[in-house]
């Protein structure tokens, strides 16, 4: 049986029980960091309750897992996460 995934939030950071941390930068960019990547992800926080991720500055063999754990980080702090690019 696994075990489900947790947030909790320190200061300005939203941490994952999966090994990931998540913050804003102001409203134009985030920084993620996990054991393998540190990096200040090009993004956007609209008058809305959300952010939209760059993916252009998202390194490609990263992209997928950044992306996917950024969107689940923000969704449990109650914020929406669309992606705009290739």
Request: hydrophobic share 40%.
């Amino acid at each position: 049986m696994g075990t489900s995934e947790s947030f909790e939030q320190s200061g300005p950071w939203i941490i994952s029980s999966e090994g990931f941390k998540v913050r804003a930068l102001g409203r134009s960019g985030m920084e993620y960091v996990s054991d393998s990547v540190t990096l200040d992800v090009d993004a956007e926080a609209p008058a809305t309750q959300g952010f939209v991720l760059y993916l252009a500055g998202i390194p490609e063999e990263h992209r997928e897992q950044i992306v996917d754990d950024v969107t689940r980080a923000w969704r449990w702090a109650g914020f929406d996460v669309q992606t705009l690019g290739p």
